[in-house]
């Protein structure tokens, strides 16, 4: 997914985000690089220091991933 928020994923934002993959019971993952953090830990994607235009691999497993998947692609493509 390609994060298209213009400040990027800064501290607001991953609030937001975080706030986001906490209404569903999945496991959700992002990762950049060599880096995986968990979607639902402020700390751990403030960690990935994520820039507009970047490209991230979000990852879900559980019984609403399809749900999951498309709300975080909904928010992150938000401009």
């Known amino acids: 997914m390609k994060i298209e928020i213009s400040t990027g994923l800064e501290a607001r934002p991953v609030a937001v985000f975080v ?46 991933e399809n749900d999951a998947i498309a709300e975080i692609e909904k928010y992150l493509s938000a401009k």
């Open 19 to 64: 706030q986001v993959a906490s209404q569903f019971e999945s496991s959700i993952y992002v990762e950049v690089g060599n880096k995986k953090v968990n979607a639902k830990s402020i700390m751990g994607m403030m960690t990935l220091g994520l820039d507009a235009g970047e490209e991230v691999l979000v990852s879900a497993t559980g019984n609403d």
